[in-house]
């Protein structure tokens, strides 16, 4: 028997929200409907969803299954509507984009400006995300658009996820600028340093492997900002993508590019193609980079 939409609804609003409560006084429901709903929804699939703890309700192995694949299918379904709605003239388009730190803090916004320029009925919203959480926002319909980046040992994305390359961003070791040492990793073998996020902490893994080292981590942040401060008041090294290096640099630190260490940085978009017009036109407008942004700062060394 197909899924009935409002039921699917109810599930993935009881799972965001933890109770019966919660999911009615957000959907504008009464407490029994949620429960019928709930109660319907079990008896369509077959399969026991909630189980009652205490006063309330905790969702089964199954419920949660189904909760998490309804919330992708109905953000897809949300993301279609606003999509058509554009396509028959019903409003303005609207398109969502996530992106990590120092891309907001570099292109993005020279992309959007032209985005604005080139549509100025399209309405853009903007969200800071590290890749995998963009990546999880972009299957489950929340944003149209994620920019993420890649380095080689990244495990490769979910099918359905599709790729523009937008360029190329070296990886630059960060010293302190009183620093005398060499400026390569094996120099920094024996000192503390400091990490970034997940796929920047498992890149710098890598690469210190390769290296012959593993590296003592004593702290870790995704503030870019934060960890050029941690590294001029000598708290350790660090290893930060140039876009970092762009959109702030601290006048205390020192910087080496590392060969062979870029991160590759993409526009996703999910589903398949042709994109919409919305989803289309911001892509175009993330292409230009670098030619209209302002110039990379460059290493010392």
Avoid: N
């Avoid at 020192?254 to 017009?277: F, I, M, Q, W």
């Amino acid at each position: 028997m197909p899924l009935d939409v409002v039921r699917l609804r109810v599930l993935v609003a009881v799972a965001r929200t933890g109770t019966v409560t919660a999911a009615a006084r957000e959907l504008h429901y009464s407490q029994p409907s949620v429960s019928h709903h709930l109660a319907r929804l079990e008896a369509e699939t077959g399969a026991k969803l909630v189980r009652r703890v205490g006063r309330g309700i905790r969702l089964t192995e199954a419920g949660r299954l189904l909760a998490e694949r309804g919330a992708e299918i109905l953000g897809r379904l949300d993301a279609a509507s606003a999509e058509l709605a554009a396509h028959v003239g019903l409003r303005a388009g609207r398109v969502r984009l996530a992106a990590f730190p120092s891309a907001l803090g570099t292109f993005v916004p020279a992309a959007a400006a032209r985005l604005a320029q080139d549509h100025p009925g399209l309405d853009l919203r903007l969200m800071e995300a590290e890749p995998p959480e963009a990546l999880r926002l972009l299957r489950a319909g929340r944003v149209d658009v994620a920019v993420v980046f890649r380095y080689g040992e990244t495990a490769p994305e979910d099918d359905g996820v599709r790729l523009v390359h937008l360029l190329d961003d070296p990886s630059l070791l960060v010293t302190p600028a009183a620093y005398g040492g060499a400026g390569d990793l094996a120099a920094c073998a024996d000192g503390p340093w400091i990490a970034g996020c997940e796929r920047c902490r498992a890149h710098l893994l890598a690469l210190c492997a390769e290296a012959g080292f593993e590296p003592r981590v004593s702290f870790t942040t995704d503030d870019y900002v934060a960890m050029q401060a941690m590294v001029a008041a000598g708290l350790g090294v660090a290893l930060l993508p140039r876009l970092a290096l762009s959109a702030h640099r601290h006048p205390d630190v020192r910087v080496s590019e590392l060969p062979g260490s870029d991160r590759r940085v993409y526009a996703a978009t999910y589903g398949e193609p042709p994109d919409p017009p919305a989803v289309a036109a911001l892509v175009t407008a993330l292409l230009p980079w670098p030619a209209q942004t302002a110039p990379i700062a460059q290493a010392d060394a």
